[in-house]
């Protein structure tokens, strides 16, 4: 980003005199867009990504240095406690009591070499897990045993690679007990009786979408799947057959993940090898990017932690790296964190410990990699240490490993969801929050508020009747560039002005903004980072992800650095004020700040944090935080979350602290986008209301539906002249 900073600051007088019409000029009301095709127009899409990597990258090189002075196994040890520490609060602080696991087996298959019991127990009470139990039929108990979280493939509990590795191991004599995670096999929270699957299909969305549930609660999706491996565990030891002194734990992609979560988390632990997840953030960021919810913690970034700290918080026990030459998950990232955590191994007395297998393959439990496993697990929960083959296995069918009647716990047995516990954690968390508070926003989002004289390069302006339009880019912050279409209404002397603010960018805003200059009103349309003309054009995640995330990329990394998107915009609004309180034309007095869709929440909380702002209107803009909670399905709300608001304050609140300014919400929106009915909106902001009663401006909040009949003097009617 240091490159377009420079180049920004070193020609954009040229570039405007080159590349842009005189002043005066007209040209078509169309090209609204003015940077394309232009050199910082192309720079302009990947600024938000270069931005946030970059910060990242600041986060890392500070964790780094801190990591190189662990000298001591005692440095070690406060390492592994601090990072224990941190991923805990990740998770959303100490999880639930232990309950009774009320465990029965509802049906065996029998193999030559072992049989396989279908298990169903209560992770939390009336919150089903299933799983498939794997017990040698030879050798002499207790055996050692082996607990294996699955990945995200297709088939959850009967995937064929899954059942190679459960087989292979119950021949070789340890016991092998893998359970299904939520959204995955049995165990589809969002179940759609119709289509007999879950209502979006993949399970890493439906992580997500829910996940977007925990966030706000503070919490993190990994909280029930971490949750659930532990009581996994408590299951796997209250068997007689396991000897509870040799328990490994080994797991692909998302099976890896948790994996090196668990390991990190839980003493009885002895040995791990994850397949196919450890890295690093550094070439994650530069690849694939964040994955779903459970594989990424915020603000561990901000925390100073990064995958090799999984290793840390697990040694200086067995810990063998299983990676592809050729996996999504880097090679080169899982090199250089091996590399680093040798050292620090080595330091913590695990020296001959820590080992990394590589297969000139792809990603998944491939046999190389499987082999490996093999061997490492009789090595250290067995004691032999010598290549192993892998027997023939006899696979059974999806259905033959069902453990419920109906193929689902939804169906099967009922009870709790995540969505349901969301809802119950939702009252816990606010029978423990303080009082909402300002402050406690502000240290939440992270928001900077910049000061100091603001960088403005003119791209030159366009003349219509009864007004002129300035083509425009402020820096907002180093390495964030906004660009913006100033409107000016004919006339002499200073006119009120608001800032317009459209997930689509300025280039949306001639509907709404021209009738409003043509009543009087300036108006500074923005493309706050990330949208409009700077928006990302990453497609990683697939088709579904943007209907459901918008700019998912973007969003969660911002949450793993403790920048939440919602606040950086925000600051884009608030230097888009700073630019129009510098401007002769405008009156200092009278700025306001128009949000449409999810441009609107960006607007509320940049009036929340910049008292200039005297007049907001926010239209379409989400009802609430707790409406997330409270509906089973969510899209296009990541974008807009800061993890952890629910136990502070929710958007009426932010509404609340604005009394007396006037404020109008036009058309609220439920999480899906639908309009909330009118009363339903009302009771939502019940108290924001009481706060412009008691501020001595009881009109100046109005909640109300666009029509058909509304005109600018209507629907911004404290904004105009």
Known sequence: M????????????????????????????ENLDFLQGLPDGRHMRGMLSTYLRGRAGQLLDERRRKVESLATASDVALRKAYVRERMQLALGGPFPARTPLNARVTGVLERPAYRIEKIVFESQPRFYVTANLYIPKGGRPPYPAILFPLGHEAGAKAHTAWQYVLGSLATKGFVALA???????????LWDEDF????????TTEHTVIGAQCLLLGDNLARYTVFDGLRALDYLLSRKEVDPGRIGLTGNSGGGTHTAYIAALDDRIHVAAPSCYITSWQRLLETIGPQDAEQSLPPSLADGLDHADFL???????????????????ITGARETFGEARRVYDVAGGAGKLDMFEADDGHGYTKPRRLAAYRWFTRWLQGVDQPQTEPEI?????????CTETGQVATAFGGETVVSLNRRRLEEVRRGAAAPSLDAVRVLTGFEKRTGPLPVRDYGRFERAGYRIEKLVYESEPGISIPALLWLPEGSGRRPAAVYVHPRGKAEAR???????????IVLAIDARGWGETRSDSDRYGSDWPRYFGDYESAMTALLVAKPLVAMRAADVSRGVDLLAARAEVDPGRIGAIGRDAGALPTLYAAAFDARIRSVALERMLVSYESVVQHRVNRQVMEGIVVGALR????????????????????PVDPVGMNVPLAEANRSYARASAAFARAGAPEGLRIARRRSSDTPHTLYPSMLP
């Not at 006899?394 to 069902?402: I, K, M, R, S, V």
């Not at 509907?511 to 009103?521: M, Q, R, T």
């Not at 502070?648 to 058309?667: F, K, M, T």
């Open 312 to 330: 840390y918080a697990f040694a200086p026990k067995p810990f063998l790296m299983l990676t592809a030459m050729r996996d999504f998950f880097s």
């Open 511 to 521: 509907a709404d903004v021209e009738p409003l200059v043509k009543a009087g009103l």
């Open 394 to 402: 006899e696979l059974a069918t999806e259905e033959e490993l069902l």
């Open 2 to 29: 240091r490159k377009i900073h420079r180049w920004f600051h070193a020609v954009p007088v040229i570039v405007a005199a080159i590349l842009s019409p005189p002043l005066g000029i007209t040209q078509p009301a």
């Open 179 to 189: 359970w299904e995670p939520v959204g995955q096999g049995e165990r589809i929270q």
């Open 648 to 667: 502070s304050y929710d958007l009426p609140d932010l509404v609340g602290w604005l009394a007396p300014r006037s404020v109008s919400i036009v058309d």
């Open 196 to 203: 007999k699957e879950s209502k979006l299909v993949r399970s």
